[in-house]
């Protein structure tokens, strides 16, 4: 027959009492723990999705921020480009109004004293003439001396006093 050695059943026994408390005390302690660590585990990879879609959407509206401080700063510079330039060509048509109105003035202030000078000549000639013709009429002279009279009326002319 077969001899059961007691020492394997006391040590079956054993394990089997230990088995079932370790079961009814701390197995049930032990799955809470590794539960709870698994659902923290869990909640922080929840955690970390959340922070990183957040951080993406948060990304995506800097970019869009960034797209539309650039096309803002773009229109900027364009309008005052175009300020500028239409600035600087109405300085550009305010000076040629203005040097045409100078040239205007120049050619009015010469050909009023071109005029004053003809003027003026022409009295000096006139004035010439007739003392020339009043020298002729009072002087009773040989042709010698009108030639002399008109010799001295174009030293006259030409710088010296006449006579």
């Known amino acids: 027959m077969l001899s059961l050695d007691w020492n394997l059943l006391f040590t079956v026994v054993n394990l089997v009492i230990f088995y079932i408390l370790m079961k009814k005390f701390v197995w ?8 709870k660590r698994q659902s923290k585990i869990d909640q922080q990879f929840k955690d970390a999705d959340e922070d990183r879609r957040a951080a993406g959407a948060l990304k995506t509206e800097y970019e869009g921020r960034l797209a539309g401080a650039d096309e803002e700063s773009a229109r900027l510079i364009a309008d005052a480009k175009v ?21 205007r003035d120049a ?15 022409k009295h000096d000639i006139a004035a010439l003439a007739m003392d020339a013709a009043a020298k002729v009429v009072s002087k009773e002279a040989s042709e010698l001396d009108n030639s002399a009279i008109y010799d001295d009326f174009l030293a006259g002319q030409d710088g010296g006093d006449p006579v």
């Open 28 to 35: 049930n302690k032990v799955l809470g723990a590794m539960d």
């Open 83 to 103: 300020t500028a330039k239409a600035k600087a060509d109405k300085i550009v048509d305010q000076a040629k109004l203005t040097s045409d109105k100078m040239v």
């Open 107 to 121: 050619h009015q202030t010469i050909e009023h004293e071109r005029n004053e000078a003809l003027q003026s000549v």
